[in-house]
């Protein structure tokens, strides 16, 4: 209620591009239909109310971000037992405002202890508020204790009083971060961080060293956007899990054709996917994320026949890369200049440089989003290169049927244009040329889909980024920022990437907990 209440305050009495962060630390998450019962009630909050139905959080602990209204507001909701979470705490600054709703002291004693108090403070500047509905004691002395003044006032409906107040301090707001930026790179990595910071009002420059966006590992026709889940909650686990929440929510607040949500289906094609698919149910049974589908099911949701169960990832579907990054960089704050090879990068004095054409151009930041060409420009541990390549077939009357990507050992997507993508190779070969070993290997993991004879029609090849364990590549290493090694899964975990780098370079809270950055930081090879 405090949420959706401080929504219409804010949406009724700010300017269009001012932007709403509201964080809020719960144990547990509403259920849908508790929440729908508990707000029918208040019918002046209804289009709010319908606003955060639309992008009612999941049920999974950490950090979810969701914009809404537009981008007008975002929720960051960190979910978890207070004692797991408070590290998070730490990361908030210049809170303006403060709702401490713990609950009866009694019953949470940790949730109003000088300690956690002290915390809260610490996220305060010399105009900061609060209010409560608890007034008892122990609640008033922890409170002078961790540097909080107040008064006691009426409170309302069953409450006879409360508490209002502000925080003693002499910290002054955070400024607004100026200055340009350089982002290096215009495949998803670069456009999605390049939409970050322009939202946050930072101008950009993006250079792209070809003649058009988007035009490395990212060129494909479209690329399939679903998570690769653990059912252990590794850093591994719960970025892939947070990303892919993240990534699919930004593409519908996006409002782009770029985005198509169908769903993906994956197969329990062998013991191996059997064994995990059935590891994930036992995690998750609540539906929200992934359903189990019999043979009935997988046939009727993905248009042809199959004798396999799998896993509907419903919120999933596929992006075509290029109509997603024009959008992204649609911003009057973003500069695009192509052709631009970018050589000599060298950091002296917190300052960054680099030349084009022997032109020297300097920055406050750089952000490198250079995919597989990382290493020309940085010396970048864990760092390597693998090919891929996917096949194009030619549509025929059982694969017009198609609805959504069928993924098994490989994929299978559905119509574009008059073919079909089929992929993916992983090789260490050293060239782009299309390889028929490589369109064989494709069309025999095809076979696990699809057992009639197909011909391929073309084909397209690039150089991966990954990274020895698998995880992006993320963070600030000597003045630099890096987004990279993404892999084959860029749609997913390039739009949160981007959130992680835009908070570093402002000084804001991150989208994801300690342990996940750690995983993701660039230093963890060292």
Same mark, same amino acid.
């Given at each position: 209620?405090?949420?959706?209440?401080?929504?219409?305050?804010?949406?009724?009495?700010?300017?269009?591009?001012?932007?709403?962060?509201?964080?809020?630390?719960?144990?547990?998450?509403?259920?849908?239909?508790?929440?729908?019962?508990?707000?029918?009630?208040?019918?002046?909050?209804?289009?709010?109310?319908?606003?955060?139905?639309?992008?009612?959080?999941?049920?999974?602990?950490?950090?979810?971000?969701?914009?809404?209204?537009?981008?007008?507001?975002?929720?960051?909701?960190?979910?978890?037992?207070?004692?797991?979470?408070?590290?998070?705490?730490?990361?908030?600054?210049?809170?303006?405002?403060?709702?401490?709703?713990?609950?009866?002291?009694?019953?949470?004693?940790?949730?109003?202890?000088?300690?956690?108090?002290?915390?809260?403070?610490?996220?305060?500047?010399?105009?900061?508020?609060?209010?409560?509905?608890?007034?008892?004691?122990?609640?008033?002395?922890?409170?002078?204790?961790?540097?909080?003044?107040?008064?006691?006032?009426?409170?309302?409906?069953?409450?006879?009083?409360?508490?209002?107040?502000?925080?003693?301090?002499?910290?002054?707001?955070?400024?607004?971060?100026?200055?340009?930026?350089?982002?290096?790179?215009?495949?998803?990595?670069?456009?999605?961080?390049?939409?970050?910071?322009?939202?946050?009002?930072?101008?950009?420059?993006?250079?792209?060293?070809?003649?058009?966006?988007?035009?490395?590992?990212?060129?494909?026709?479209?690329?399939?956007?679903?998570?690769?889940?653990?059912?252990?909650?590794?850093?591994?686990?719960?970025?892939?899990?947070?990303?892919?929440?993240?990534?699919?929510?930004?593409?519908?607040?996006?409002?782009?054709?770029?985005?198509?949500?169908?769903?993906?289906?994956?197969?329990?094609?062998?013991?191996?996917?059997?064994?995990?698919?059935?590891?994930?149910?036992?995690?998750?049974? #609540?539906? /929200? =994320?992934?359903?189990?589908?019999?043979? !009935?099911?997988?046939?009727?949701?993905?248009? *042809? $026949?199959? @004798?396999?169960?799998?896993?509907?990832?419903?919120?999933?579907?596929?992006?075509?890369?290029?109509?997603?990054?024009?959008?992204?960089?649609?911003?009057?704050?973003?500069?695009?200049?192509?052709?631009?090879?970018?050589?000599?990068?060298?950091?002296?004095?917190?300052?960054?440089?680099?030349?084009?054409?022997?032109?020297?151009?300097?920055?406050?930041?750089?952000?490198?989003?250079?995919?597989?060409?990382? #290493?020309? /420009? =940085?010396?970048?541990?864990?760092?390597? !290169?693998?090919?891929?390549?996917?096949?194009? *077939? $030619?549509? @025929?009357?059982?694969?017009?049927?198609?609805?959504?990507?069928?993924?098994?050992?490989?994929?299978?997507?559905?119509?574009?244009?008059?073919?079909?993508?089929?992929?993916?190779?992983?090789?260490?070969?050293?060239?782009?040329?299309?390889?028929?070993?490589?369109?064989?290997?494709?069309?025999?993991?095809?076979?696990?889909?699809?057992?009639?004879?197909?011909?391929?029609?073309?084909?397209?090849?690039?150089?991966?980024?990954?990274?020895?364990?698998?995880?992006?590549?993320?963070?600030?290493?000597?003045?630099?920022?890096?987004?990279?090694?993404?892999?084959?899964?860029?749609?997913?975990?390039?739009?949160?990437?981007?959130?992680?780098?835009?908070?570093?370079i402002t000084g804001t809270a991150p989208p994801l907990e300690k342990r996940e950055l750690k995983a993701l930081s660039p230093l963890r090879f060292n």
């Amino acid at each position: 209620m405090n949420f959706l209440i401080t929504c219409k305050v804010w949406l009724e009495n700010t300017k269009p591009e001012s932007v709403l962060n509201f964080f809020s630390f719960d144990k547990y998450l509403f259920r849908l239909e508790d929440f729908q019962k508990i707000i029918s009630i208040n019918s002046e909050l209804n289009e709010y109310c319908q606003e955060l139905e639309a992008f009612y959080p999941k049920n999974i602990t950490g950090v979810q971000r969701i914009p809404m209204f537009s981008g007008r507001v975002i929720l960051n909701l960190i979910i978890g037992d207070i004692i797991e979470t408070r590290d998070y705490l730490k990361s908030l600054s210049s809170i303006d405002a403060w709702y401490l709703d713990g609950f009866s002291p009694p019953k949470n004693p940790e949730l109003w202890s000088e300690e956690l108090l002290k915390e809260v403070h610490s996220s305060c500047h010399s105009n900061t508020t609060f209010s409560t509905y608890t007034s008892s004691g122990l609640v008033k002395n922890n409170l002078t204790r961790a540097g909080f003044s107040f008064s006691k006032v009426d409170g309302f409906s069953n409450k006879r009083h409360m508490l209002v107040g502000d925080a003693k301090t002499d910290a002054k707001r955070n400024e607004a971060i100026r200055g340009k930026v350089a982002v290096i790179g215009s495949g998803i990595a670069g456009c999605s961080l390049s939409y970050a910071l322009a939202k946050r009002g930072l101008k950009v420059d993006l250079f792209e060293k070809y003649e058009s966006i988007c035009s490395g590992a990212s060129d494909h026709e479209l690329l399939v956007t679903y998570p690769k889940l653990s059912a252990h909650d590794t850093p591994y686990g719960r970025f892939n899990l947070q990303s892919f929440v993240y990534a699919t929510r930004f593409y519908d607040q996006l409002n782009s054709e770029g985005w198509n949500k169908t769903g993906v289906m994956v197969l329990n094609h062998d013991a191996d996917s059997n064994k995990k698919n059935k590891s994930l149910l036992e995690k998750r049974s #609540d539906g /929200l =994320i992934f359903k189990n589908q019999n043979e !009935k099911e997988v046939s009727s949701k993905t248009g *042809i $026949e199959l @004798n396999y169960q799998g896993l509907l990832y419903e919120d999933a579907g596929y992006i075509f890369p290029k109509e997603i990054c024009k959008a992204l960089i649609n911003s009057p704050n973003i500069n695009l200049f192509t052709s631009a090879k970018i050589e000599n990068l060298k950091i002296d004095e917190g300052l960054a440089s680099f030349k084009i054409d022997k032109e020297i151009h300097e920055y406050e930041y750089i952000c490198l989003c250079t995919g597989s060409d990382t #290493d020309s /420009l =940085i010396h970048l541990d864990g760092f390597s !290169k693998k090919r891929g390549q996917v096949s194009h *077939i $030619e549509s @025929n009357e059982i694969l017009n049927n198609i609805k959504l990507p069928i993924c098994a050992k490989g994929y299978l997507s559905p119509k574009k244009g008059d073919i079909h993508i089929v992929g993916s190779s992983y090789s260490n070969l050293e060239h782009l040329k299309l390889n028929e070993e490589e369109h064989l290997d494709n069309l025999e993991k095809l076979k696990i889909i699809m057992k009639q004879p197909t011909s391929v029609n073309s084909g397209k090849a690039g150089f991966r980024a990954v990274a020895k364990d698998h995880m992006p590549i993320v963070g600030q290493i000597n003045g630099v920022f890096l987004n990279t090694c993404h892999g084959s899964r860029a749609s997913v975990s390039a739009p949160i990437s981007a959130e992680i780098i835009a908070s570093l370079i402002t000084g804001t809270a991150p989208p994801l907990e300690k342990r996940e950055l750690k995983a993701l930081s660039p230093l963890r090879f060292n």
